[in-house]
């Protein structure tokens, strides 16, 4: 029976893990900059102190340390926690006083995503959904895989400047339709690490609400560019827009705590949509467990224990914000560093910001740096030096650290000189 099917291509950024574990060289040796996956100094992977704890909390009580079914949506402990964490400024908690917040928990930003696509479908109301060239290679695929047909690319990135093409960003968002859905990465845009300022979002909302265009927002790097709340200006934004002058009707917030808790492997999330009105949000709520339900039942339980506890105990949220400004300021100081050794190494980049051509290295923000190194360029790399990124020139900053920092400068350099 499936005699039709053909092999499928390996997914871009997953399959470099895999090709970096086969390759037989020393670990010491290889450099694995695929994945955004946050990693130490010492290049191990990182559990932060204040999981650990959580952890242990988890373990000694003997209400939480079960594996029992979760509810569809997860926990309400859970959805309070995450509301009040997300939608904590003047008008989004307008907002969630108004009863016009669905939150579920989700299975990370993927799966969220996922719900969230499945829902627009079954809505039959979406036309186009856009998502910034370039994007996250599987943003695509989440929305065709449930059905929704056009999706379309909005220009983001200049790829001659290095930098936000905003005027032609600006353009195609306001050549869209009423209803139209835009994807926009809340901060540490992936794979570009170039975002709007502040004043550049406020230009980017104005064409949305006059458009009446259905922001969706995907956040999975929150916190890594300013903090925990700065990072949310965005959201805050649209928010009060939305309280003021009710013309963008709802809002969708696909949010992951993947990278900020480092909990990958527990695929906890949550998904948020900002309703009409309370019986609008009643009617998606049952519709979304209906999806749930046929999909994967209910969520997995261990990381939405941990989040609940790291949101729900003060001591344990104020260590959790100083390691992601410990994960911040290692990914800004590792940026620093291949940028002084490029240069050092007199190795003329790409870019066209300075006398480097490295200078949208430290200009970029978060876990990637889109280096403009080339695909022969990759491919070269990985063969004859073991340094394994997407085939795009995306690295992830987190594989980078003071011990191999030296060997990957001197790398890159050589295939700039051939
Ligand atoms: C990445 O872009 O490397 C991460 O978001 C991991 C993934 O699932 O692709």
Redesign the pocket.
């Known amino acids: 029976i499936f005699r039709n099917l053909k092999l499928a291509p390996a ?1 871009p ?2 399959s470099q893990t895999i090709s970096f574990n086969n390759d037989p060289k020393p670990l010491n040796y290889k450099i694995n900059l ?4 946050y990693r130490d100094d010492n290049g191990n992977s990182y559990i932060l102190n204040s999981v650990k704890k959580a952890e242990e909390l988890i373990r000694n009580d003997s209400n939480l340390n079960n594996h029992e079914y979760l509810p569809i949506l997860g926990t309400n402990n859970y959805i309070e926690l995450v509301q009040n964490f997300l939608f904590k400024d003047e008008y989004s908690n307008k907002l969630l006083n108004e009863n016009r917040i669905l939150t579920g928990q989700s299975l ?3 799966g969220s995503l996922r719900l969230i696509s499945e829902l627009l479908k079954i809505s039959n109301n979406v036309n186009k959904i856009v998502i910034p060239n370039p994007s ?3 943003h695509k695929s989440i929305f065709i895989k449930s059905g929704i047909e056009k999706i379309d690319n909005y220009r983001y990135y200049n790829f001659k400047t290095q930098r936000l093409d905003l005027v032609g960003m600006l353009e195609d968002l306001n050549s869209l339709n009423p209803g139209d859905g835009v994807l926009l990465h809340v901060c540490c845009h ?2 570009t690490g170039v975002d709007p300022n502040n004043e550049e979002w406020d230009k980017i909302l104005e064409i949305i609400e006059r458009k009446q265009l259905i922001p969706i927002f995907d956040m ?1 790097y929150q916190g890594f560019d300013k903090n925990l709340n700065d990072d949310l200006y965005i959201i805050e934004r649209t928010c009060e827009l939305i309280f003021k002058n009710n013309k963008i009707k709802n809002m969708i917030l696909c949010q ?1 705590f ?2 900020t808790l480092g909990l ?1 492997g527990e695929r906890i999330g949550s998904f948020s949509i900002i309703t009409s009105n309370k019986e609008e949000k009643e009617i998606l709520e049952s519709q979304i467990k209906v999806i749930i339900r046929s999909m994967y039942s209910s969520p997995p339980c261990q990381g939405s224990k941990i989040v609940e506890m790291v949101l729900s105990n003060p001591e344990l949220y104020n260590e959790w914000e100083l390691e992601v400004g410990i994960m911040r300021d290692r990914l800004k100081e590792m940026r620093m560093l291949l940028f002084n050794e490029l240069k050092r190494l007199n190795c003329h980049g790409p870019g066209v910001n300075g006398p480097t051509g490295w200078e949208h290295l430290i200009e970029q923000n978060g ?2 740096c889109f280096t403009g190194i080339l695909p022969d360029q990759v491919a070269a790399l990985e063969k004859d030096s073991s340094i394994y990124m ?1 085939s795009n020139g ?1 690295i ?1 900053i987190a594989g980078i650290n003071s011990g191999n920092v030296g060997r990957l400068s001197r790398a890159i350099a050589g295939v700039f000189s051939v």
């Open positions: 997914d950024i997953l695929g994945v955004g996956a990370s930003g993927t996250w290679s599987n992936n794979p999975a992951s993947a990278k990958y876990m990637f997407t995306r992830s």
